[in-house]
Antibody, heavy 120, light 108 residues
Framework: QVQLQEAGPGLVKPSETLSLSCTVS??????????WTWIRQPPGKGLEWIGY???????MYNPSLQSRVTISLDTSKNQFSLRLTSVTAADTAVYYC????????????WGQGTTVSVSS | DIQVTQSPSSLSASIGDRVTITCQAS??????LNWYQQKPGKVPKLLIY???NLQTGVPSRFSGSGSGTYFSVTISSLQPEDIATYYC??????????FGQGTKLEIK
């Protein structure tokens, strides 16, 4: 059974870079069936899709975040990662990694989420 | 980009009620619309994909319908465990994924 687990610092200073990784167990990130996705949820607010990476390293990002976001794949570790630059308090959120089943565009497996606060 | 608008933003209903939440897309997305349930403090869970297909393990009291720009999810008989926030989400080939703003369902 595929499982996803986020990891990374829980506190980031304003203007710095937020970096998270998601380790996939139970299946390869090289599968051509899935997009590997990041989603976030600010406190008390709704879900926001950040973007995805797929097996050949191609990416798609939320247009509102595109200038600050990089999602990449590390096949040697069976992981994918998120980098978000120039963070502000508005980037404080629970960050989820998820598996997007390409054929239905749905997030069928999610990590547990990791809380990231942006504060000095 | 395609926007999806949910209504209502919150809803209060009694146990046993039939409950419907709607989602409208800013342009025709065929049946490329999924629904999620997020219980308080929990991870979102896929409920319905491609507008009307129940994900494995989801109770049959949930159903989805719609195509084009108008979609809905219905709970035929509300149960206490259905209290959650529900999100719609659109997708398409080479298009960003987009979530609706959510509908918070509470017990009256």
């Amino acid at each position: 059974q595929v499982q996803l687990q986020e990891a990374g610092p829980g506190l980031v200073k304003p203007s710095e870079t937020l970096s998270l990784s998601c380790t996939v167990s139970g299946g390869p990130v090289t599968s051509g069936t899935y997009y590997w996705t990041w989603i976030r949820q600010p406190p008390g607010k709704g879900l926001e899709w950040i973007g995805y990476v797929f097996n050949r390293g191609g990416t798609m990002y939320n247009p509102s975040l595109q200038s600050r976001v990089t999602i990449s794949l590390d096949t040697s570790k069976n992981q994918f990662s998120l980098r978000l630059t120039s963070v502000t308090a508005a980037d404080t959120a629970v960050y989820y990694c998820a598996r997007d089943l390409q054929s239905i565009g749905a997030f069928d497996i999610w990590g547990q989420g990791t809380t990231v606060s942006v504060s000095s | 980009d395609i926007q999806v608008t949910q209504s209502p933003s919150s809803l209060s209903a009694s146990i046993g009620d039939r409950v419907t939440i709607t989602c409208q897309a800013s342009q025709d997305i065929s049946d490329n619309l999924n629904w999620y349930q997020q219980k308080p403090g929990k991870v979102p869970k896929l409920l319905i994909y491609d507008a009307s297909n129940l994900q494995t393990g989801v109770p049959s009291r949930f159903s989805g319908s719609g195509s084009g720009t108008y979609f809905s999810v219905t709970i035929s008989s509300l149960q206490p465990e259905d209290i959650a926030t529900y999100y719609c989400q659109s997708y398409g080939k080479f298009r960003p994924r987009t979530f609706g703003q959510g509908t918070k369902l509470e017990i009256k």
